[in-house]
């Protein structure tokens, strides 16, 4: 599913040149997450290598900014947390299923299915 085109959707690399396939998978993954919740107000994302090593291959970071109503959910995937990230598709893969998980908590308080403490 697309996304309809008044809903932003900004797709920055950095420290990486642009990669179209990359930018593909985002907005294909992006049109699920519409899919599961059209009233997302924007998507923000950044994909960066920031650190390189000369012992080990880069590792992707990717940053994901969704707007939904009443709030903004983040999503910071560190590459030092999993050496898989060396492949930026995977940590593209692991960014979404991470705002996937957000959206549905979200989904829940709003429909009430969760407590307040």
Same mark, same amino acid.
């Given at each position: ?18 990669? $179209? ?13 519409? =899919? ?24 992707? =970071? ?17 590459? $030092?947390?999993? #050496?898989? #990230? ?15 998980? $957000? ?13 307040? #403490?």
């Amino acid at each position: 599913m697309d996304i309809p085109l008044d809903i932003p959707l900004e797709i920055t690399f950095r420290e990486i040149p642009h990669d $179209q396939a990359v930018e593909d998978e985002i907005r294909e993954r992006s049109g699920k997450l519409y =899919h599961l919740y059209p009233r997302i107000l924007f998507f923000r994302f950044v994909v960066e290598a920031p650190h390189r090593s000369h012992h080990k291959g880069n590792l992707y =970071h990717l940053r994901v900014h969704l707007g939904v109503p009443g709030e903004d959910l983040h999503v910071n995937r560190d590459p $030092q947390d999993n #050496h898989a #990230h060396e492949d930026v598709h995977i940590a593209v893969r692991d960014a979404f299923q991470a705002a996937h998980r $957000q959206l549905l908590d979200y989904l829940d308080r709003r429909r009430g299915y969760t407590k307040s #403490h």
